[in-house]
């Protein structure tokens, strides 16, 4: 199951019927789960720990060293969950010491052609990444959380579950859960009620995450307030404790 023109390097450890396809080269620190296929002219470097049933296409690039001067050589990994789908020139790179060193991309996630995962990013479960969406370093995107085609993010940025952005969004700040948005920089446009109802979401849910979404963005209240009042809101309704957390926790500041 490994054709004849790849380079697969004697270290690297493969499980029970991977797929390796012309011409494409497997590093000695790369492990790769059960049923996953890589394209032709796949690379795979660096600490790389890939799961099972992954689907790599052609001309990707995965596990290779960060794009950060600071990087010194260090054993820094890419963890890989199970079940994506990963397309063609993809580009992912291990993490640095300056953080956690490992970068991880969870289950069941779709990357479309030309998007990169940068140095010690975290990516959730269930997200689509759309063509040349890009994360610098640090990122951290939740559960189904949709990144539009050509959607940038800075650096140490955080994208909430279930949040929605279109074509070329450029995010500086922190985009919290459910909330959609566009343009550059990123203004929000309401909540991705759609995709929350197509994830089983009550109807009674999404009309509180709507009202939350109303206190943040339509009521003029100052940072403080709105996340007062949503805490008070998250009490009632626990579908919106995720909502409270994110807005809660930002360093960085929100999309408002």
Excluded at 143 to 172: E, K, N, P, Y
Excluded at 180 to 203: C, D, F, M, Q, W
């Amino acid at each position: 199951m490994i054709h004849p023109t790849a380079l697969v390097s004697p270290g690297a450890r493969l499980g029970e019927r991977v797929k390796v396809g012309p011409y494409s080269i497997i590093g000695e620190h790369v492990e790769i789960g059960d049923d996953t296929v890589i394209g032709p002219h796949v690379v795979i470097t660096g600490h790389t720990r890939i799961g099972r049933a992954n689907r790599f296409y052609q001309f990707c690039s995965i596990g290779e060293e960060p794009q950060d001067k600071k990087y010194a050589g260090e054993p820094t990994e890419l963890i890989i969950g199970d079940n994506n789908t990963i397309h063609e020139y993809v580009s992912m790179h291990v993490g640095t010491v300056q953080d956690t060193g490992v970068t991880r991309v969870g289950n069941d996630n779709w990357i479309m052609a030309y998007v990169h995962v940068a140095h010690d990013c975290v990516v959730g479960d269930h997200t689509i990444f759309a063509n040349n969406a890009t994360l610098a370093g640090h990122v951290t995107v939740g559960d189904w959380a949709i990144l539009g085609g050509f959607t940038g993010v800075h650096q140490f940025g955080r994208v909430g579950a279930h949040s929605f952005c279109g074509v070329g969004t450029v995010l500086t700040q922190d985009l919290p859960p459910f909330v959609t948005v566009s343009g550059n920089p990123a203004s929000p446009h309401g909540i991705n009620s759609e995709g929350l109802k197509r994830r089983g979401y009550s109807a009674e849910a999404i009309a509180q995450i709507k009202r939350a979404y109303k206190v943040l963005y339509r009521q003029g209240l100052s940072m403080d307030e709105a996340r007062a009042a949503i805490a008070e809101m998250a009490v009632i309704t626990p579908e919106l404790q995720i909502f409270s957390d994110f807005i809660a926790a930002s360093g960085r500041g929100i999309v408002r």
